[in-house]
């Protein structure tokens, strides 16, 4: 059931996207409609990339990337919700890092086949850590080249909004390595290590040596 939900969620995200986007354009919203497809095409870009590479989304990934997306440029940046509310900029890192903690242990336990019993638990999670903290980073970078290239405010506060969004990074990154570790350890904590398995069951083929953990604790 929430299989379905997640399904039809994302395709009407992506159906409000194209309307915002053709709407803009017959109404001269010139700045709206290029932030509306940009989206669309950010939005999309995780599924056409999975497809190249025979890896199977979960419902969940999908809408999660679409709100996601809507959040942080249409929202965040068009209707300028970063210098509205304090606390968008860091809901956002914090989710986008946890999100990463999450990819990043999916593709480190990946190299193991599944093998749960072969992959060093810590060692997963500090690589998954390593991953998301390093996404992290890249993106304060640009973030950086962008302000000085182009003489955009995307740093807002300089060097404190900077050091923030890093410890932002750095927490969400935490929760999601721990998640990943708590997995390989037989434990389920929260609705995050559903992502977890509902990728690992409809990517199989990649976990070969997964043997199902007994009932969460």
């Not at 959040?71 to 965040?76: E, P, T, W």
Request: some cysteine; overall charge positive; hydrophobic content about 60%.
């Amino acid at each position: 059931m929430k299989a379905a939900w997640h399904f039809r969620l994302t395709r009407i995200i992506w159906l409000g996207l194209v309307l915002a986007t053709a709407v803009a354009l017959v109404l001269g919203h010139w700045s709206l409609a290029f932030v509306s497809l940009a989206t669309l095409v950010l939005a999309l870009l995780p599924v056409f990339f999975a497809r190249r590479f025979a890896i199977h989304l979960p419902n969940s990934f999908t809408a999660f990337i679409a709100i996601f997306v809507i959040a942080a440029i249409i929202f965040g940046e068009h209707f300028d919700f970063y210098d509205r509310y304090w606390w968008w900029d860091i809901a956002l890192h914090g989710a986008s890092s946890l999100g990463f903690g999450l990819v990043g242990f999916l593709f480190v336990f990946m190299v193991f086949e599944g093998d749960r019993y072969a992959a060093p638990p810590i060692f997963v999670a500090f690589m998954s850590f390593c991953f998301a903290v390093t996404i992290g980073a890249l993106w304060e970078i640009f973030e950086f080249t962008m302000d000085q290239t182009f003489g955009t405010n995307m740093q807002k506060s300089g060097l404190m909004d900077t050091m923030g969004d890093l410890i932002v990074d750095v927490i969400g990154a935490t929760v999601g390595a721990l998640v990943g570790f708590l997995f390989l350890k037989g434990r389920e904590v929260g609705g995050l290590a559903r992502f977890i398995r509902d990728f690992l069951r409809e990517n199989k083929r990649f976990y070969r040596k997964l043997d199902w953990p007994r009932k969460p604790r």
